[in-house]
């Protein structure tokens, strides 16, 4: 645990060049499903709440029945939100508004999405088009060799290059690089190791919003490692707008 505890501030202290606002920002976290739904779920819901007491930046409140999402994402009530987080969220999800929401994420906030966020509103292309991929498909799990693409962002400083993880290996479709920055990506298709480009964790503006996306975290001992966390960490405080400036 202290060892977490050290990643975990010094990802704070390397992401964050301004002082901390002194309010907590406060982010929501979605796990409703309508398509496959993810055993570690609640595995995600713990190390977001971890991360957000560990580095003070932000609390947490929970989306988890289509009467949370009716109660908690009218336009109305996201006002009191600065993100919100996918947690391997699957299918049509009953929102109020969806444009409405993304609307929301484009005038500033922070949208967090975890592998199968892009499972998501498979038939709402303004959606996919906000996170900046599809999933496409999976093989078996399998150890592959993520490769860091920009070593600089906050979600991949000091990051293991390359860093070995047996996970569920998404393949993502309607993925544009000239629109996202691509953090982590494979050279090889995960299982037939074909020569290639494999992007898995990404971030993009959208509007004024930040977006960050990690395809990792199928399973529960990847949600846990320490790597994920600080790259987790990283990843949402630079899309509450602490660290460095969107490139
Ligand atoms: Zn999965």
Do not use: C
Not at 94 to 109: M, V
Not at 131 to 156: C, E, M, R, W, Y
């Amino acid at each position: 645990m202290k060892h977490t505890a050290f990643l975990l501030a010094a990802a704070l202290a390397a992401s964050a060049s301004a002082p901390l606002a002194a309010e907590p920002k406060k982010l929501l976290v979605v796990s409703v499903t309508k398509g496959f739904r993810h055993d570690s779920i609640p595995t995600a819901e713990r190390v977001l709440e971890q991360i957000g007491k560990s580095s003070g930046a932000y609390t947490v409140d929970y989306a988890r029945t289509d009467a949370d999402l009716a109660a908690k994402m009218t336009t109305a009530a996201l006002a009191s939100y600065d993100g919100v987080v996918f947690a391997s969220t699957t299918g049509d999800l009953p929102l109020p508004d969806r444009q409405g929401f993304l609307d929301w994420i484009a005038s500033g906030k922070a949208f967090i999405g975890i592998h199968a966020a892009t499972d998501t509103f498979p038939g709402f292309p303004p959606y996919i088009a906000m996170i900046g991929g599809q999933f496409l498909s999976h093989g078996a799990q399998v150890k592959v060799d993520l490769l860091v693409q920009d070593p600089d962002h906050p979600a991949t400083k000091g990051m293991a290059n390359p860093t070995s993880v047996f996970d569920e290996i998404y393949l993502i479709k309607k993925f544009d690089k000239a629109k996202t920055h691509t953090l982590v990506a494979l050279d090889k298709q995960p299982n037939e190791g074909t020569p290639g480009f494999f992007p898995l964790v990404w971030t993009r503006e959208h509007g004024k919003g930040r977006v960050f996306y990690t395809a990792l975290g199928h399973r529960e001992d990847v949600l846990e490692a320490d790597w994920f966390k600080k790259q987790l960490t990283g990843g949402i405080l630079w899309a509450f707008g602490k660290g460095v400036p969107p490139k």
